[in-house]
């Protein structure tokens, strides 16, 4: 997904998952929405966890220089708004690098 400057996007998430993600992967939800902002994000369909909707991977740098991967899903509710909802966040794998390294 590349942020476009004529949309507006917000961000939300359930807040008992972003308590246990924080718990187990060590990463938090705010931290996560920001790899968004890195030119270089690499987003692609969650295709083995998108039975009842379409879930999106994305990979990118965060605020703290780490490169992380976050499930979430994208809503458009009007046609200058996206509604962004996190799922899931936690650090990039090696393999999940090597993907986002090589998508430059």
């Not at 807040?15 to 939800?29: C, D, G, P």
């Amino acid at each position: 997904m590349d942020f476009n400057d004529d949309l507006i996007y917000e961000f939300n998430w359930d807040v008992k998952k972003a308590r246990s993600n924080l718990a187990k992967h060590k990463v938090s939800f705010d931290e996560g929405k920001t790899i968004f902002k890195d030119p270089l994000l690499v987003t692609f369909p969650d295709v083995f966890h998108s039975d009842q909707e379409e879930r999106l991977i994305s990979i990118g740098m965060s605020k703290n220089e780490r490169l992380l991967l976050i499930v979430h899903i994208e809503k458009m509710e009007t046609e200058n708004f996206v509604l962004i909802r996190i799922i899931s966040c936690r650090k990039a794998t090696l393999a999940e690098r090597k993907i986002y390294e090589e998508s430059k």
